[in-house]
């Protein structure tokens, strides 16, 4: 299984606020197992801190606004991008003012950084949240969508749509994280001429300019008004019939623009708290749209804040019933495990299919067969007791007994025709003989079942 990862050294950058216009500093820190993202304001009295998750979020205007106990911090989606993009799971990130730094409006120096200080793996497994059905979220006004699908990794398909003679209609995407450097880090934010004035006078972009964004001139008016205009922007007067993109430079990729919404999806995302596993597919998003759907995401996630493993019938399973009864010495009416179909270094998955032909069946009960509560903590020990097993040499001369179970709970009964889907793992490294677990068990997506146990592991005489 995957670790968590946090970056190896500390790394900073100064530069003006996009919003703000004030020279600001960034600092990115490394951060212990399981602290996710958050962010510092070491410029305010007791240093707060804000917690980088979606529902913090308090502004969507041109940019993803982070607030708590009215302390604030904005333009936060580029970095949060890189951080993702590239697996980081644990990072704290220090900042002197209201904004973190816009830079070149793209993520590409935060890549840049941290490849060059490098990343150091941690001991907790990363966490992810695999999408197994579609996920949906829809904005009627605007006509914007995401959707989440299930795939084997993080997938990206974004589409732009404007009122634009210059980009009415762009698409990109991106199949593989390990491509965002050279696929998505370099696009740069962008504005339409024609929300320069509207911005300015919402108090916003005060740290615009050509070197941190490409500026769209996509519809015409006066040569008197576009005059204005460039002054505010402190560029030379231009000729107001000639439309494109006013920047100093060239367009990477000539969908830069929807490559950079594409950007702002995964810094927006990265808010959700866990990495996922899924395909998105966004249309006409924006800041907006992409924190409703985080903080849905969240909600889903906290539905089911226990994930079933997958489970494909197809595959081949790690241990057959033959190599199970080589490990345990269970046999009929009493081996609760018909095979294995994940394990690693500190978990395991089994599968036991309960069919109406259980002799448990014949007395428990006659006219309601359920199966009983203890059996089903058994059935995890043997799991828990494979997992074991299969790391000793002679394991046909050790058997495993409990000595402690805590923490049991019945969530719903277990009856003929269900298939239990078992995840068992070890809370602690196993001394002198004694395993600490935590186990649960599935029917279908719904935990039935969960326990923490101790087991001793026994030489037989």
Same mark, same amino acid.
């Given at each position: 299984?995957?670790?968590?990862?946090?970056?190896?050294?500390?790394?900073?950058?100064?530069?003006?606020?996009?919003?703000? %216009?004030? /020279?600001? +500093?960034?600092?990115?820190?490394?951060?212990?197992?399981?602290?996710?993202?958050?962010?510092?304001?070491?410029?305010?009295?007791?240093?707060?801190?804000?917690?980088?998750?979606?529902?913090?979020?308090?502004?969507?205007?041109?940019?993803?606004? =982070?607030?708590?106990?009215?302390?604030?911090?904005?333009?936060?989606?580029?970095?949060?991008?890189?951080?993702?993009?590239?697996?980081?799971?644990?990072?704290?990130?220090?900042?002197? %003012?209201?904004?973190?730094?816009?830079?070149?409006?793209?993520?590409?120096?935060?890549?840049?950084?941290?490849?060059?200080?490098?990343?150091?793996?941690?001991?907790?497994?990363?966490?992810?949240?695999?999408?197994?059905? *579609?996920?949906?979220?829809?904005?009627?006004?605007?006509?914007?969508?995401?959707?989440?699908?299930?795939?084997?990794?993080?997938?990206?398909?974004?589409?732009?749509?404007?009122?634009?003679?210059?980009?009415?209609?762009?698409?990109?995407?991106?199949?593989?994280?390990?491509?965002?450097?050279?696929?998505?880090?370099?696009?740069?934010?962008?504005?339409?001429?024609?929300?320069?004035?509207?911005?300015?006078?919402?108090?916003?972009?005060?740290?615009?300019?050509?070197?941190?964004?490409?500026?769209?001139?996509?519809?015409?008016?006066?040569?008197? /008004?576009?005059?204005?205009?460039?002054?505010?922007?402190?560029?030379?007067?231009?000729?107001?019939?000639?439309?494109?993109?006013?920047?100093?430079?060239?367009?990477?990729?000539? /969908?830069?623009?929807?490559?950079? $919404?594409?950007?702002?999806?995964?810094?927006?995302?990265?808010?959700?708290? $866990?990495?996922?596993?899924?395909?998105?597919?966004?249309?006409?998003?924006?800041?907006?749209?992409?924190?409703?759907?985080?903080?849905?995401?969240? *909600?889903?996630?906290?539905?089911?804040?226990?994930?079933?493993?997958?489970?494909?019938?197809?595959?081949?399973?790690?241990?057959?019933?033959?190599?199970?009864?080589? =490990?345990?010495?269970?046999?009929?009416?009493?081996? =609760?495990?018909?095979?294995?179909?994940?394990?690693?270094?500190?978990?395991?998955?089994?599968?036991?299919?309960?069919?109406?032909?259980?002799?448990?069946?014949?007395?428990?009960?006659?006219?309601?067969?359920?199966?009983?509560?203890?059996?089903?903590?058994?059935?995890?020990?043997?799991?828990?007791?494979? =997992?074991?097993?299969?790391?000793?040499?002679?394991?046909?001369?050790?058997?495993?007994?409990?000595?402690?179970?805590?923490?049991?709970?019945?969530?719903?009964?277990?009856?003929?025709?269900?298939?239990?889907?078992?995840?068992?793992?070890?809370?602690?490294?196993?001394?002198?003989?004694?395993? +600490?677990?935590?186990?649960?068990?599935?029917?279908?997506?719904?935990?039935?079942?969960?326990?923490?146990?101790?087991?001793?592991?026994?030489?037989?005489?």
């Amino acid at each position: 299984m995957l670790k968590q990862k946090t970056i190896k050294d500390s790394f900073s950058f100064s530069g003006k606020g996009l919003h703000t %216009g004030l /020279n600001l +500093t960034v600092t990115f820190c490394p951060a212990p197992d399981n602290y996710g993202y958050k962010i510092q304001r070491i410029d305010l009295e007791g240093q707060p801190i804000i917690d980088a998750v979606a529902d913090n979020v308090v502004e969507t205007t041109r940019g993803t606004v =982070l607030a708590k106990n009215g302390v604030k911090v904005s333009t936060i989606e580029h970095a949060m991008a890189a951080l993702y993009a590239l697996g980081i799971d644990n990072c704290l990130i220090q900042v002197n %003012g209201p904004e973190i730094p816009i830079l070149d409006g793209s993520s590409q120096f935060y890549v840049n950084k941290i490849e060059e200080v490098g990343t150091i793996e941690q001991n907790s497994v990363k966490d992810f949240y695999i999408i197994k059905s *579609k996920i949906e979220f829809r904005d009627e006004n605007t006509g914007s969508s995401i959707i989440v699908l299930p795939d084997e990794n993080f997938s990206l398909n974004v589409l732009v749509s404007y009122d634009s003679q210059i980009i009415p209609n762009q698409f990109a995407t991106l199949e593989d994280m390990a491509k965002f450097k050279e696929e998505i880090a370099a696009s740069r934010t962008f504005v339409f001429v024609r929300e320069i004035e509207p911005l300015l006078q919402a108090g916003l972009i005060k740290g615009g300019d050509l070197d941190n964004a490409i500026v769209i001139y996509e519809r015409q008016m006066s040569q008197e /008004n576009f005059d204005k205009l460039a002054d505010v922007m402190g560029v030379p007067h231009m000729d107001a019939k000639q439309l494109g993109y006013i920047n100093h430079k060239p367009l990477v990729w000539p /969908n830069e623009c929807a490559r950079h $919404k594409l950007l702002d999806v995964i810094g927006d995302l990265a808010l959700i708290g $866990k990495p996922i596993k899924g395909r998105i597919i966004a249309t006409r998003p924006g800041h907006t749209i992409n924190n409703k759907f985080a903080r849905q995401m969240r *909600k889903e996630i906290r539905l089911h804040e226990i994930q079933a493993p997958t489970y494909d019938c197809n595959r081949p399973p790690i241990m057959d019933v033959n190599r199970i009864r080589e =490990l345990l010495p269970h046999r009929y009416p009493f081996q =609760l495990v018909d095979k294995v179909i994940e394990i690693g270094s500190n978990y395991i998955v089994g599968i036991k299919n309960v069919t109406s032909n259980e002799p448990f069946f014949q007395g428990h009960f006659p006219q309601e067969p359920v199966m009983p509560g203890v059996l089903q903590i058994e059935a995890m020990a043997q799991v828990g007791g494979l =997992l074991v097993l299969n790391s000793v040499d002679e394991p046909e001369r050790y058997s495993t007994y409990f000595l402690k179970i805590d923490g049991v709970k019945f969530r719903q009964k277990v009856v003929p025709g269900d298939t239990l889907i078992f995840r068992v793992e070890l809370l602690a490294p196993i001394r002198r003989g004694i395993s +600490t677990m935590k186990g649960y068990i599935f029917v279908g997506e719904k935990v039935v079942c969960e326990a923490e146990f101790m087991a001793q592991i026994v030489k037989n005489k």
